[in-house]
């Protein structure tokens, strides 16, 4: 009696083709998947990831006002105002007491001294690889040594780049404004 090993031989042939299609369907998947989420990062082709560690205390003000940013809206009026053309006030100082990253998120805080109190708060995380990371208008705290702009707290995934940002405080009231400026390292 002869057993017909053809019809064994093509089931297990189509086995064998199958598990390689199926394979190398994953193989093919997981890739695409790879390089869409390495585009979407920025990471591809392997862009410069900054390593240092900065989270520093010292306060570095500026006044020179940002023109391309825009003021919050209840400063705004009928036109759109860009940042340059609303006054400095000059009796007015901004610093950022705190902005560090730690435990996933970006730490913010912002002190006003000589300066009436009512105003505005906005903050801007800006870097020339990626999209800006705005805080706007949000409310400040007045105390007996000055306005504290409420600490802000971001996930460190509002930040689509890895490495140096800067973060530009601005305070607005009576139609003038005062800011501060420092820089971050994400990672």
Same mark, same amino acid.
Not at 10 to 15: L, P
Not at 40 to 45: E, M
Not at 142 to 146: A, D, E, I, K, N
């Given at each position: 009696m002869k057993i017909n090993t053809t019809k064994s031989r093509? *089931? =297990?042939? =189509? *086995?064998t083709k199958k598990t390689v299609l199926l394979v190398l369907g994953i193989i093919i998947f997981l890739a695409l998947a790879y390089s869409v989420t390495s585009y979407?990062? =920025?990471?591809?082709?392997f862009s410069d990831q900054v390593t240092e560690s900065q989270s520093t205390t010292d306060n570095d003000t500026e006044t020179t006002p940002v023109d391309t940013e825009t003021a919050p809206e209840s400063d705004k009026g009928e036109s759109s105002t860009t940042t340059d053309q609303i006054p400095v006030d000059t009796t007015a100082v901004a610093t950022i007491s705190t902005l560090y990253q730690a435990d996933g998120y970006v730490y913010f805080k912002a002190d006003v001294t000589n300066a009436a109190a009512g105003g505005k708060c906005s903050v801007i995380f @800006?870097? @020339?690889n990626s999209r800006p990371v705005v805080i706007e208008s949000f409310d400040p705290v007045? @105390?007996?040594?000055?306005i504290t702009c409420s600490p802000a707290e971001l996930s460190e995934q509002e930040f689509s780049y890895l490495g140096s940002w800067t973060a530009v405080f601005r305070y607005y009231i009576n139609n003038t404004q005062v800011t501060a400026e420092r820089s971050i390292t994400i990672q």
């Open positions: 093509s *089931r =297990k042939d =189509k *086995r979407a990062l =920025k990471i591809w082709p @800006s870097n @020339s007045t @105390s007996g040594t000055g």
